[in-house]
């Protein structure tokens, strides 16, 4: 089984910066697909960006792209999302998602997803 654990999340003035980690344990980290969602009081889970097994090749939301980047570790087991430019749309909780895929596989959607954290808040003050 593999576990997911984020961190990083906290609270930031809007145009800051906030680096999330997500930690991967149980399973070798090199084998999924992964990805960041988010989701802001009454609302649903939406996707903010995902990256391959090798991590080159990456996808965004229109909503995030410029401003975020998602990167991977492969020695630290470990997932990145650093956030730029941040805005108080970006408030919310933000999830890592982990898949089982093959090296090139990219995936966006909640339900593509069998494993994921508990989820770190991100509040953006304006």
């Known amino acids: 089984q593999l576990q997911l654990a984020e961190s990083g999340g906290g609270l930031v003035q809007a145009g800051g910066s906030l680096r999330l980690s997500c930690a991967a344990s149980?399973?070798?980290?090199?084998?999924?697909?992964m990805a960041w969602f988010r989701q802001a009081p009454g609302k649903e889970r939406e996707f903010v960006a995902t990256a391959n097994r090798g991590g080159s090749t990456t996808y965004y939301a229109d909503s995030v792209k410029g401003r975020f980047a998602i990167s991977r570790d492969s020695a630290k087991n470990t997932m990145y999302l650093q956030m730029n430019d941040l805005k108080s749309e970006d408030t919310a909780i933000y999830y890592c998602?982990?898949?089982?895929?093959?090296?090139?596989?990219?995936?966006?959607?909640?339900?593509?997803?069998?494993?994921w954290g508990q989820g770190t808040q991100v509040t953006v003050s304006s």
């Open positions: 149980g399973r070798s980290f090199s084998s999924y697909a």
């Open positions: 998602a982990a898949k089982g895929a093959s090296y090139y596989s990219i995936y966006y959607r909640t339900q593509d997803y069998p494993y």
